[in-house]
């Protein structure tokens, strides 16, 4: 792959992108005073070098019946770097699991999981993380409300 580091206008359209994903080659050129052309080549070698993975739809959890949050600490019993792999790689394949993060401190991982309800979070503590081997300690926070959710990065 390339090395490259984008410039000031990939880092404008970086950012346009990461508030209004749906912005039109034409808009994002508008705002930035550059032609429909450039924009098209920049977004492009931005997708293909990785810096954009993917456009999605943010969903209000809180809107949505049936949905529930919660973040998952976790401690492993076993931290070689098969054992670190491997529970990576079981807990990123359930769709409960919308982050998976590798931490400092006293804990190993924390996930963040959403599921349709209480009893459908114990059952996916219970069939899916309590299957799996090497944990050694799992504790919950039950997330109550959410005053602020973003994926912009700050740059």
Known sequence: MESYYPDQTDLAILKLLQKEARLTYNEIGRRLHKSKSPIIERIRRLEKLGYIRGYVALLDYELLRDCMMAYVHIRLLDHSGTALKEFQSAVSSYPEVLECCHTTGED??????????LQSYNAFLRQ?????P??????SSMVLAQSKHSTAVPF
């Open 108 to 117: 190993d991982f924390i996930l963040k999981v959403v599921t349709s309800s």
């Open 134 to 139: 090497n944990i050694g300690q799992v504790s």
């Open 128 to 132: 899916k993380l309590d299957s799996l």
